[in-house]
């Protein structure tokens, strides 16, 4: 492509794939791919899945679907979850991939995986140990975002991050080759985290 940048070859080869906004099926066939094709082209991707979860969401919702493995259950939307938490430590992104897995929690329909979107949101926004390189002002953007247009999974977002004791959590996904905001990382000190935890239960009352 003629006076492109390396950037806007890689978007229009990702726009390109039939099927990519309005067919969960492909989604699902690039599970294992997803992550690193969110990190080569985010915008397209993030378009795609915004336009896959307009209405009631019923283009996507078949991404949910479960099948029997040999020890568990297998579903290709872990692979969806992974790419967005990916996306999610670039504060530039953070308030679309969070607002897409908010969306996504809202018509999850629960199974017996543990990998579901409401516990992605959980690891990116969690006060002590937040998986993304947005500094605070910034996640509590993104959260009042989510609090606005998916008030139902905001409310059950915020309680899974009201502070307690002993608590704990897992790593999330991290990007593989883009730098995503890591050398301007906010230095998270008790401060930050006593006022990020004020803040969160502000919203909560």
Do not use: C
């Not at 999850?108 to 969690?126: A, V, W």
């Amino acid at each position: 492509m003629p006076n492109s940048t390396p950037q806007q070859y890689v978007d229009e080869i990702i726009r390109d794939l039939p099927g990519l906004s309005d067919n969960h099926r492909l989604l699902a066939s690039l599970s294992n791919e997803l992550p690193l094709l969110a990190e080569a082209a985010p915008d397209p991707l993030l378009s795609a899945l915004e336009r896959m979860l307009g209405g009631e969401g019923s283009a996507i919702k078949g991404i949910f679907n479960e099948s029997e493995h040999l020890l568990t259950p297998h579903s290709a939307h872990t692979g969806l979850l992974w790419a967005l938490e990916s996306l999610a430590w670039d504060p530039a992104l953070l308030r679309r991939a969070t607002y897409v897995l908010a969306r996504l929690a809202d018509i999850d329909p629960g199974g017996r995986l543990t990998n579901r979107p409401i516990n992605s949101l959980r690891m990116i926004f969690l006060s002590w140990h937040p998986n993304t390189n947005a500094n605070l002002n910034q996640r509590l953007a993104a959260l009042d975002y989510i609090i606005r247009r998916v008030p139902d999974v905001a409310w059950q977002l915020l309680v899974k991050l009201f502070p307690k004791g002993n608590d704990s959590s897992m790593p999330s996904a991290m990007p593989r080759f883009r730098e995503a905001g890591s050398s301007e990382q906010e230095l998270l000190t008790n401060g930050v985290v006593w006022e990020s935890q004020r803040q969160i239960v502000s919203r909560a009352l």
